[in-house]
């Protein structure tokens, strides 16, 4: 209630005392969105990546690249989140200076890069804990055909013509093996980058969102 001789303002207040929370819950929403999302892909794909490695250890650290991406997303979290953060502005003599106006762009560019990075993060898990079990059954299914006995290769019985013709089959269906395992790795990275891009959108919006401001008293 407005003492006498004070003017009563009625309508949307600018600059409320309240308006700082929604800076800080923004910046807190947004690196813990993203944080889930990279926690996230990096459960998924490091459960891949472990049950892979037991029948084909070779394939350990190229397959790494799922759990790689999916620590980025951590990242995009912290960039964006130290922006808003570094926006909220303190109060001058007492009175707010952080607007209404700033607070909701601050808000909806964390929920732009937390949410976008949650679902990168749900998808690059996926992929990747399929992608590199699927990759190292593979690899393993071609060594398995390297290391199988063909017909006249070694053999007692045939000449030399069929031991070099035998040798020279084995090494074609050993280089298209090869060929397979590499085009099942190219196809999930693919996946996996199309994946990231999800968060890298919800990065570069978040980004452009939170460069609107308004301050109080101008």
Not at 121 to 142: K, L, P, S, Y
Not at 181 to 210: D, H, P, T
Request: proline residues 3%; charged residues 10%.
């Amino acid at each position: 209630m407005a003492s006498y001789g004070e003017p009563v303002v009625a309508g949307y207040e600018t600059c409320p005392t309240w308006a700082p929370i929604l800076g800080f819950l923004s910046a807190s929403l947004c690196i813990t969105l993203a944080n889930w999302g990279a926690a996230w892909g990096t459960w998924k794909s490091g459960l891949g990546l472990c049950s892979m490695g037991v029948n084909h250890p070779r394939g350990i650290i190229k397959n790494l690249v799922a759990i790689i991406m999916a620590g980025v997303l951590g990242i995009y979290g912290l960039i964006v989140a130290i922006i808003i953060a570094g926006g909220v502005s303190v109060p001058d003599n007492g009175a707010n200076t952080y607007s209404q106006f700033t607070g909701w762009a601050h808000l909806a560019a964390g929920l732009c890069c937390g949410l976008s990075c949650l679902a990168a993060g749900g998808t690059i898990g996926i992929i990747g804990e399929m992608g590199v079990i699927a990759t190292g059954f593979r690899a393993e299914i071609n060594y398995a055909k390297m290391c199988r006995p063909m017909p006249g290769v070694g053999g007692g019985g045939g000449d030399a013509g069929d031991d070099e013709a035998g040798g020279g089959g084995g090494a074609a269906m050993s280089e298209g093996s090869a060929n397979d395992e590499n085009k099942l790795f190219v196809a999930m990275l693919i996946m996996l980058i199309f994946s990231e891009a999800l968060a890298l959108y919800g990065l570069i919006i978040a980004l452009i969102v939170s460069q609107n401001f308004y301050k109080c008293g101008e």
